[in-house]
C-alpha cells in the first residue's frame, strides 16, 4: 500500500508543472517505486509457476523465490529512492550504481531460474516480462549516471516491456487456467504477447538513437492495440464458468 500511495503522489505531481528539473527528479522516484513493486510481484508470481513446471517434468528448481536476491534488489532500490533526492553529485552517482547493481542481480535472478529450459510459452511471456525489467533497471541507472539517456526509453522499458508483458501473460494464464485448467489450452494468446515486447523496442530503440518519432509511435501503438484486443478476445471466449473435469470442452 505505501508502495502504490508513493508511486500514486509522485506520478500525479511529475505532471504539475513544478519544472522540468524537478519533473524528471519525481519521475525517476515514480520509476524506483515502479521497479521495486514490479520486482516483487513479479519474482512471487514466476517462482511458484518455474517450480511447478520443474516438478512436472521430474526434476527440482532449486532456486524458486531466491529471498536473498530478492531482498538485494529491494534494499538497493529502496536506498536508491532516499539517495537520489539528494543535492550532492556523489550520492547521485552512488543511487546509480545502486540500480546498476538491482539490474544486474534481477538478470541474475531470472537466468536461475533456468529459462533455456522451459518449454511453455506461457511461462516464458512472463520470464520475458522479468527481462525488461531488468532491462529497464540499468537503463534508468546509467541514465543516472548520464543525463543525456533519454528517460522516455527507460519509461517504455518499464511500463511497456516490463508491465505489459507480465500483466497481459498473468491475465491471460489466470483465467484459462481457470476456464480450462491448462494455460496452454489457446497458444495463440502467447505469440499475441510479443506484439508487446515489439512496441516497447518500438519506443525504447528510437528515444535511444534520438531517430523521429511518429512512424515509430504508430507502430508502438498498433502493436499494444491487437496484443490487448486479443486479450479481450480471449477473455471473452472464457467468460464461461470453470470447467470440472481437467479436460477442456470445446468453445461454443
Known amino acids: 500500500a505505501p508502495l502504490l500511495a508513493g508511486l500514486a503522489l509522485l506520478s500525479t505531481m511529475a505532471g504539475s508543472g513544478l519544472g522540468v528539473a524537478v519533473e524528471r527528479l519525481l519521475l525517476v522516484e515514480a520509476l524506483l517505486l515502479f521497479a521495486t513493486l514490479m520486482a516483487f510481484m513479479g519474482g512471487r508470481i514466476i517462482a511458484p509457476a518455474m517450480a511447478g513446471y520443474a516438478q512436472s517434468e521430474g526434476r527440482r528448481l532449486d532456486a524458486r523465490v531466491q529471498p536473498g536476491l530478492e531482498g538485494a534488489v529491494l534494499i538497493l532500490l529502496g536506498l536508491a529512492f532516499v539517495l537520489n533526492p539528494l543535492p550532492w553529485p556523489l550520492l547521485r552517482q552512488l543511487a546509480a550504481a545502486l540500480v546498476i547493481s ?5 538478470a541474475i535472478r531470472l537466468l536461475r531460474w533456468q529459462p533455456w529450459r522451459c518449454a511453455r510459452a506461457d511461462l516464458l511471456i512472463l520470464l520475458l516480462g522479468y527481462a525488461w525489467l531488468a532491462f529497464g ?9 548520464l543525463p543525456a539517456l533519454s528517460l522516455s526509453a527507460t519509461l517504455h522499458a518499464l511500463s511497456v516491456g516490463a508491465l505489459g508483458s507480465l500483466t497481459f501473460a498473468v491475465m491471460a494464464r489466470t483465467r484459462l487456467l481457470y476456464r480450462f ?3 496452454a489450452a489457446r497458444p495463440w494468446i502467447q505469440a499475441m504477447a510479443l506484439l508487446i515486447s515489439l512496441a516497447a523496442l518500438a519506443r525504447v530503440v528510437p528515444a535511444l538513437l534520438a531517430l523521429p518519432q511518429p512512424g515509430w509511435l504508430l507502430i508502438a501503438a498498433g502493436c499494444w492495440s491487437l496484443a490487448f484486443l486479443s486479450l479481450a478476445l480471449l477473455l471473452w471466449q472464457c467468460r464461461a464458468a470453470h470447467v470440472d473435469s481437467p479436460r477442456a470442452q470445446p468453445d461454443r
Open 137 to 145: 533497471l540499468l537503463l534508468l541507472g546509467l541514465g543516472l549516471l
Open 181 to 183: 485448467r491448462d494455460p
Open 102 to 106: 538491482a539490474g544486474v542481480l534481477s
